[in-house]
Every structure is written in C-alpha cells, then in structure tokens.
C-alpha cells in the first residue's frame, strides 16, 4: 500500500512538474493587467515599449476647463535643454489646454497621470518625445491656428488615434 500511494505522489509530482515547464510565463504587463500583450512590435510604435494599450482607448484628460489652482505646478523650464525645454515652457503657457488633453504615451496607466499636464508637473515628459511633441503641436494649434483646446484635444486624438 505504501508504494501504491509513493508511486501516485511521484506522478503528481511529475505531472505538475511538466505542466509548469509547458506554461508560458507572464510578462510584468500581462500580470498588471491581468491580460496577455501583443508579442509583435508595431513599427510605427511612439510610445515606452513596456506600455500596453487596448486599441482605441483614449487617454485620462480633462473634459472640460479645470481651474489653474487644481493643477499642479509644472517643473521650471530652465532645468532642460532644446525641444524639452520648448515643451516645459508651453506646459507653464497654456496649462490649462495641456490639461484637457490626452497624453498617448499612455502614461495615465503605467505612471497614473490624469492629462498630458501631469507629464511636465514630474520629469516625465524629459524622457518621452511624445509628451514633448503632443505640447509643442497643441501649442501650436492653439496660437497660430487659433484652435479651442476641444479644438486641439480633437486633431490630437485623431492624429494620435491613427498611428495605433
């Protein structure tokens, strides 16, 4: 009886043993969000690569007009150089309008930013081309095009939407 019941333990052993050599183990993506991610790079991929994204998904923004008090204070501009230090400049000019837009490095779900304002209130946005040339775009938008900051949010969100 005792070598009936050894022998059932060693071929459950062996049983699990094989079934966790046949398992795929999950990326820290796939564990975060509990679903698996696409394994095939897209070429025209902006954004960190580590981040994954459900096709379609607009970004956390702001709707409507958030008041300036309710915003954080972004990063002085003077710490960076070239086109970041453009970008930071824009995020102290038009804060408001960086608040009611989506940031499609889709940093609201690996660093739980609420707009593309959120980039430039930490030294995120000097690390990534996409909140620099999202804020330098919507700048550009707003003062040369004289576009609303729906306006803005809209030509964003189709470029942005596009390129997924």
Known sequence: MKNRALGIIVVLVIVV???FLLMKPRTADEKRNNQPVNPQPVASQTHAPHVSRPAQ???AHHETLPSLISLGPTLAPQRFIGKTKEAYQVARKIPQTLAQLPCYC???QSV???SLHSC???AHAASCAVCVDEALMAYKLETEQKLTPKQVR???IAKYSAAQ
């Open 106 to 108: 889709y940093c609201d």
């Open 112 to 114: 739980g930013h609420k």
């Open 154 to 156: 809209e030509v964003i």
């Open 17 to 19: 043993g094989v079934g």
């Open 57 to 59: 998904r607009v970004p």
């Open 120 to 122: 430039f209130e930490d």
